[in-house]
């Protein structure tokens, strides 16, 4: 089933409420007028008996037709068309010594009269002869202490039954308006409130992917569709920036690669110009390889990032001897060191395990220890430590930290170098996908500006973090913090 738009929604409720309210309130309304009216007309019955009554207690001759049409008139008003009376003598017969009815006869229940002899009043309704009912007080006219005669006071209903059917006309025509006009001021309200939601909608559905920058109006109303129109702009600012920094991404790494295909593309197309010898081809080959070696390492890094992006990263989670490996890397950069005549030293190194992925754990160290030695002039120096600390909180989460001192006990690992320093501008972005210091610089290299940003992925993919210090001129230190297991 088709739901009900929210405007309909709200004008069927309003509508209904009042619908509700006014039911209630019309019952109420009519029960208390009926009420007051029959109330009204068994009262003016009462005081015509009781005038009637004590005129009667005399003899019959005492009082006068004209007397009593006189006292009937002061009690019933003017009108007496629709009032009637008689005197009945005990057993129900019209009593002739009393001046006849006036109007239509009148007749007795059985049950009245039995009541009258007991010496107690009766109200009944009839039907009369006219159009409306009748209501009819048969009362006992008493001396001293005997039924002389029964006396009966009627009245027509006409003016009660006009009364309601007037009071029933009135609810009957004022009910639907009430309810048109509830209902169209329902519906014009709900669409002024929600005509806000409307032009969200359509601003919504004109936004696409390349026009993130277009925002919500209405966000600076103070409301509840004002705290929407926020919420979806700040939603819309988070997906503009990620979508800028995804298309930056595939816009740099294109850029990256692009620059070792064409090296390649260059140097087989000069191999191909003329015939070579067997040893040129090799050097040919040779150099290919590097710059398809460096491209792969390239696609690996970006693989990395795009999976951890993704929140895809696989970690293998084992026992990862720290020291071991800290000595595996010395090893590794003290190689690649000895080029550029720069020495690579272990200076503290404490038995340490922690779990992890060791391979991944090998690419970040590698690749500080590879930045040290890379940004280290001739002469310099990179060292190695790592020895544990305490309280220095790991990763991103700062939530309160479970058990122990051994909760918070952490593995570090510092890479310092005497190298040419990072200048302080640059220290926030260092870790940056693609950037690079000075790109010039890095190009000779061979370097992407990857290195630190994975180093900084895989720390935070073990709960750990990476901060760093750098003096230009001086050298700079990288420390690298891991939960270490219980
Ligand atoms: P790259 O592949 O260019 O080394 P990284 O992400 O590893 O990229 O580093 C980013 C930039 O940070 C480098 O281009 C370099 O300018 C700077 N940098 C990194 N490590 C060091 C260091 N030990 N000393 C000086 N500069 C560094």
């Not at 007496?80 to 007749?107: I, S, V």
């Not at 006396?151 to 009135?170: C, D, K, N």
């Not at 800290?326 to 272990?346: C, N, P, S, Y």
């Amino acid at each position: 089933m088709k739901r009900l738009s929210i405007r309909a929604r709200l004008t069927l409720w309003y509508t209904g409420i009042l619908a509700a309210t006014l039911i209630l309130l019309g019952s109420a309304s009519y029960g208390l007028l009926m009420r007051g009216l029959w109330q009204d007309v068994d009262a003016t019955l009462e005081g015509v008996a009781k005038a009637l009554n004590q005129g009667a207690r005399g003899p019959a001759t005492d009082v006068l037709p004209s007397d009593l049409e006189e006292i009937l008139r002061h009690l019933f008003g003017p009108n007496l068309a629709d009032k009637y009376y008689q005197f009945l003598d005990p057993r129900g017969h019209p009593d002739t010594r009393w001046p006849q009815f006036r109007g239509e006869p009148l007749g007795v229940s059985p049950e009245a009269l039995r009541n009258a002899a007991r010496g107690s009043a009766t109200f009944e309704t009839v039907q009369g002869r006219g159009r409306y009912p009748v209501r009819l007080l048969t009362a006992p006219v008493m001396f001293s202490g005997q039924v002389v005669n029964v006396l009966q006071v009627g009245m027509s209903l006409e003016g009660l039954y006009m009364a309601r059917r007037q009071f029933l006309w009135t609810l009957a025509t004022l009910f639907p308006l009430a309810l048109v006009l509830a209902a169209t001021g329902g519906w014009l309200l709900a669409r002024r409130a929600l005509r806000p939601v409307d032009q969200m909608t359509a601003t919504a559905r004109r936004i696409e992917a390349e026009h993130l920058a277009q925002r919500i109006q209405g966000a600076e109303a103070d409301d509840e569709l004002g705290r929407l129109a926020r919420t979806l702009n700040e939603m819309l600012a988070r997906l503009e920036a990620a979508f800028a920094q995804v298309r930056r991404f595939s816009a740099d790494a294109s850029h990256e690669l692009k620059t070792p295909l064409t090296v390649l593309k260059g140097e087989i197309e000069v191999a191909l110009r003329s015939p070579r010898g067997p040893g040129e081809y090799q050097r040919v080959l040779g150099s290919v390889l590097e710059e398809v070696e460096s491209m792969a390492r390239l696609v690996d890094d970006l693989l990395l990032l795009s999976r951890a992006d993704a929140g895809a990263l696989r970690l293998e989670a084992a026992a990862v001897e720290l020291d071991r490996l800290v000595e595996d890397v010395a090893k590794e950069g003290e190689i690649l060191a000895r080029e550029q005549q720069v020495r690579v030293t272990i200076q503290a190194l404490e038995p340490l395990i922690v779990h992890g992925d060791g391979q991944r754990l090998k690419q970040l160290l590698r690749n500080l220890v590879d930045n040290g030695v890379k940004y280290t002039p001739p002469g310099g120096h990179v060292t190695l430590a790592l020895h544990t600390a305490t309280g220095f909180s790991a990763g991103a989460g700062s939530g309160p930290q479970h058990g122990s001192t051994a909760a918070s006990q952490h593995a570090v690992i510092t890479v310092r170098d005497t190298g040419i320093g990072i200048p302080p501008e640059a220290l926030p972005r260092i870790f940056d996908r693609f950037y690079r210091v000075d790109p010039s610089r890095s190009r000779e290299s061979r370097s992407a500006g990857l290195g630190l940003c994975i180093a900084k992925t895989i720390a935070e993919a073990h709960g750990g973090r990476i901060l760093v210090q750098s003096t230009p001129g001086a050298g700079s230190a990288f420390t690298v913090s891991l939960p270490l297991s219980a």
